[in-house]
């Protein structure tokens, strides 16, 4: 199993361009979640979804969205980019929800200048 | 106050000594409670979950006290390969598995 993987692992972005970060996870888990990491803080989520066709926002959705349509993949969209989203992006996924080890794909590192 | 929070050290500390860290959480309703690890520049992984009885896994021991909204973490016997930073890791009571992370601690550990 290759777990969770992320694309790209880096990306340049100017200010008011858009992208989409790729997120697949091939261990048939049913809850796919995205994180923010700044520099020196913990992660903070900014979507989640419990199932194919379920997403909800998380404490810092503004600036992104998120569709869910596979089990397997759970892209983070970010339209008009912000020098604030510079940041480090995880996916994470995992089988059942409050006891259950979360697991995280590499990452993606962003730079919006 | 924030949710969950951490001194964020750093720790510095010699190879083979016993070093704690501190996590008190905000949300009384939490129900759930782990130690990730995060090494430089990668993704955070499970250390260990964090039981109401206390939990050990080798040399780590994990305590949690409901009453104070305080959950620990001790290192015995330090290893080098131990430097990472430590990240305390609550699930509110609202479920979904939603992971509320403290800032880190980070620990180097020196010869």
């Known amino acids: 199993n290759a777990g969770v993987t992320q694309t790209p692992k880096f990306r340049i972005l100017k200010i008011g361009q858009s992208m989409t970060l790729q997120c697949t996870q091939d261990m048939n888990h049913n809850y796919m979640y995205w994180y923010r990491q700044d520099p020196g803080m913990g992660l903070k989520l900014i979507y989640y979804s419990v199932g194919a066709g379920i997403t909800d926002k998380g404490e810092v959705p503004n600036g992104y969205n998120v569709s869910r349509s596979t089990t397997e993949d759970f892209p983070l969209r970010l339209e008009l980019a912000a020098p604030s989203q510079t940041s480090v992006y995880f996916c994470?996924?995992?089988?059942?929800?409050?006891?259950?080890?979360?697991?995280f794909g590499p990452g993606t590192r962003l730079t919006v200048l | 106050r924030k949710e969950v929070e951490q001194d964020p050290g750093p720790f510095n500390v010699p190879e083979g000594a016993t070093v704690a860290f501190n996590c008190t959480y905000s949300?009384?309703?939490?129900?759930?409670f782990f130690w990730y690890r995060q090494d430089c520049r990668k993704e955070p992984k499970l250390l260990m979950s964090?039981?109401?009885s206390g939990n050990e896994d080798g040399r780590f021991t994990a305590q949690l006290n409901r009453a104070s909204q305080y959950i620990s973490l001790l290192i015995r016997d330090s290893k080098l390969s131990d430097s990472a930073t430590y990240l305390c890791?609550?699930?509110?009571?609202?479920?979904?598995?939603?992971?509320?992370f403290g800032q880190g601690t980070i620990l180097t550990v020196h010869p």
């Open positions: 949300n009384s309703a939490s129900q759930s």
């Open positions: 890791v609550v699930i509110g009571g609202t479920s979904y598995g939603k992971l509320t």
């Open positions: 964090v039981y109401s």
């Open positions: 994470a996924s995992t089988y059942g929800t409050d006891y259950n080890e979360q697991f």
